[in-house]
């Protein structure tokens, strides 16, 4: 029990997936623009990861060791990631279409977030169980959750601060997600087993 | 003849920011002293460097962006920013070390967000983090506290400001001599070695309950805290959410916490605990701005420090809190906006009408 809440700590925190270990970039650029999407996709990714990190351990361990077959990890890993996109997105759309509304336009989105395909690998990496895979999906969604609402509400008073012409936009993202990455510098340490 | 005609209100207005950032550093004065008399006259230099550069940085930003320097550098808001970055770091502290946090802290944490009023990070701690990360040896050398029975050697007014300019020691002094451990570094590495508190405790630096020297380093920024209190420059959340959040989080693991640890006192009254509560998390930009927000603001602050300490790397988590809850503020801001008078209250459904 005190193993999984470590790693739940370590993976939001300590080695939270974007401001420490720079995995899933992209989406933390490009839909922290507003606040309700920023809230929309932490959601839809929180789904997908744990449910793909649980999915991809069964095929690791079950399929692809008993036939020797571990290099096609990442391929497989791949594949088992976009379905898990493609069935989030029937799944929700069957069966709440209000749902559906709110997430749609994010959930194909998250078959491209490095940090989905990053867990898999990390949970073979450092071969962790089922249950400790499962924590492990889940603790990275929630940090990635927790640094993609922060950022979006950061983002949503940038745009109207007075920011020199040059680095409006992108740039002062950036660069505010670098004094994030040093902010969260602090909880190096925590979490020892 | 003409005379002075004079109208209510007669309370002279408190909107001038020159005049607010004079009174912070007034009060921040009384702790400066004490600095000085515990750790020498490097403080003085760190103080100049810091200054000079502060100064320097934001008038070279506001001449890059076409806009009118002499307002901005009369209202001595870099001024506290240099003030905060000399008493962040050690009291020798080469001049090199002090001109990146300052120009980091004036030019990218302030003046790249718009300059006063629209920074979300508080700049003297983004500079001082920045340093910590990057200069690692030079912000681990503390010099011993002057003070009562302990007898280090001491360096000079000369040899100091030599040290500033060169980050050379005199040739008969070596770092071992003058430097000690702070004492949350001793409380760390005593912990780590499954010392008690207590065992801990006979270290000479540790003083009475929160370091010789550092103690009263802390009363005297309480002094000036309460003072700005009083004069009503800063609200009591921020400090007083500081405060209790790390206090009680001290208080239950001390009294009920399994293993060694600190006394709520030397939490509260080590390291920069007191100085954070008054004169950093205060910072009326990068704060909170409801009063529920700035306790929230406040508590967070605090139960981050309490967790940096006692479970981090770093032996103080001062600055990484500060800037932590930096992050958090635009979200503490949106989800405590104040009821509008005859609207419902806030909920999540109807905070976009």
């Known amino acids: 029990m005190t193993d999984l809440f470590l790693i739940l700590i370590a993976t939001i925190l300590?080695?939270?997936?974007?401001?420490?270990?720079?995995?899933?970039?992209?989406p933390f650029m490009g839909v922290s623009r507003n606040l309700e999407a920023a809230a929309g996709m932490s959601l839809a990714t929180a789904f997908v990861l744990t449910l793909s990190a649980a999915i991809s351990y069964l095929l690791h361990h079950y399929i692809l060791v008993p036939l020797q077959l571990e290099y096609l990890q990442t391929i497989g890993f791949i594949v088992v990631i976009a379905a898990s996109v493609q069935f989030t997105e029937i799944m929700v759309r069957r069966m709440s279409p209000v749902l559906h509304?709110?997430?749609?336009?994010?959930?194909?989105?998250?078959?491209t977030n490095c940090a989905v395909l990053g867990v898999a690998l990390l949970n073979v990496k450092e071969s962790n169980g089922f249950a400790e895979s499962l924590v492990y999906g889940f603790g990275a969604a929630t940090g990635f959750a927790l640094v993609l609402v922060l950022f979006a509400a950061i983002r949503e008073?940038?745009?109207?601060?007075?920011?020199?012409?040059?680095?409006?936009?992108?740039?002062?993202?950036?660069?505010?997600?670098?004094?994030?990455?040093?902010?969260?510098?602090?909880?190096?340490?925590?979490?020892?087993p | 003849?003409?005379?002075?005609?004079?109208?209510?209100?007669?309370?002279?207005?408190?909107?001038?920011?020159?005049?607010?950032?004079?009174?912070?550093?007034?009060?921040?004065?009384?702790?400066?002293?004490?600095y000085v008399y515990f750790f020498g006259p490097g403080f003085i230099f760190n103080l100049l460097v810091a200054a000079v550069f502060c100064a320097a940085g934001e008038a070279a930003m506001l001449r890059a962006r076409g806009r009118p320097i002499s307002p901005a550098l009369k209202d001595y808001s870099a001024m506290i920013v240099a003030a905060l970055i000399a008493f962040a770091l050690p009291a020798l502290t080469p001049w090199w070390v002090t001109a990146t946090a300052s120009l980091f802290a004036i030019v990218v944490a302030k003046h790249l967000y718009g300059g006063l009023g629209y920074n979300i990070f508080n700049p003297a701690m983004a500079g001082y983090v920045?340093?910590?990360l990057a200069f690692p040896l030079e912000m681990n050398l503390w010099v011993a506290p002057h003070i009562g029975d302990i007898d280090y050697p001491h360096l000079g007014l000369m040899d100091t400001a030599w040290?500033?300019?060169?980050?050379?020691?005199?040739?008969?002094?070596?770092?071992?001599?003058?430097?000690r451990a702070t004492p949350l570094d001793t409380a760390q590495t005593g912990f780590a070695a499954m010392q008690t508190f207590e065992e801990i405790h006979q270290n000479p630096l540790m003083g009475d309950f929160a370091g010789r020297g550092w103690e009263w380093i802390a009363n005297f920024f309480a002094i000036g805290g309460f003072w700005l209190l009083y004069r009503r420059v800063i609200r009591w959340q921020i400090p007083l959410g500081v405060i209790l959040g790390l206090t009680i989080p001290a208080t239950v693991f001390y009294l009920f916490g399994v293993g060694a640890h600190a006394t709520p006192g030397f939490h509260l009254f080590g390291g920069a605990t007191i100085l954070c509560a008054f004169f950093i998390a205060t910072d009326p930009v990068s704060a909170a701005t409801s009063p529920r927000g700035r306790l929230i603001y406040g508590l967070g602050i605090g139960i981050l420090i309490y967790c940096i300490r006692r479970w981090g790397s770093y032996a103080d988590g001062v600055a990484f809190a500060v800037l932590l809850m930096n992050m958090a503020v635009p979200a503490i801001d949106y989800l405590t906006r104040p009821r509008i008078v005859g609207h419902a209250k806030n909920t999540l459904a109807n905070q976009d009408d």
Request: glycine residues 8%; aromatic residues 10%; proline residues 7%.
């Open chain 1, 101 to 111: 509304q709110v997430l749609g336009i994010y959930i194909p989105l998250i078959a």
């Open chain 1, 14 to 26: 300590v080695n939270n997936f974007v401001l420490v270990r720079f995995l899933g970039l992209c």
């Open chain 1, 157 to 192: 008073r940038l745009d109207v601060a007075d920011i020199p012409a040059p680095f409006r936009g992108t740039a002062i993202a950036l660069v505010t997600a670098g004094i994030m990455s040093l902010a969260f510098m602090g909880f190096s340490g925590m979490a020892r």
């Open chain 2, 1 to 34: 003849m003409l005379f002075e005609r004079r109208e209510a209100p007669f309370i002279a207005p408190q909107g001038d920011v020159a005049a607010l950032m004079r009174q912070v550093l007034y009060a921040l004065i009384p702790a400066a002293t004490a």
């Open chain 2, 130 to 132: 920045v340093v910590l």
């Open chain 2, 163 to 179: 040290y500033t300019l060169s980050g050379h020691l005199p040739p008969e002094l070596s770092f071992e001599a003058i430097s």
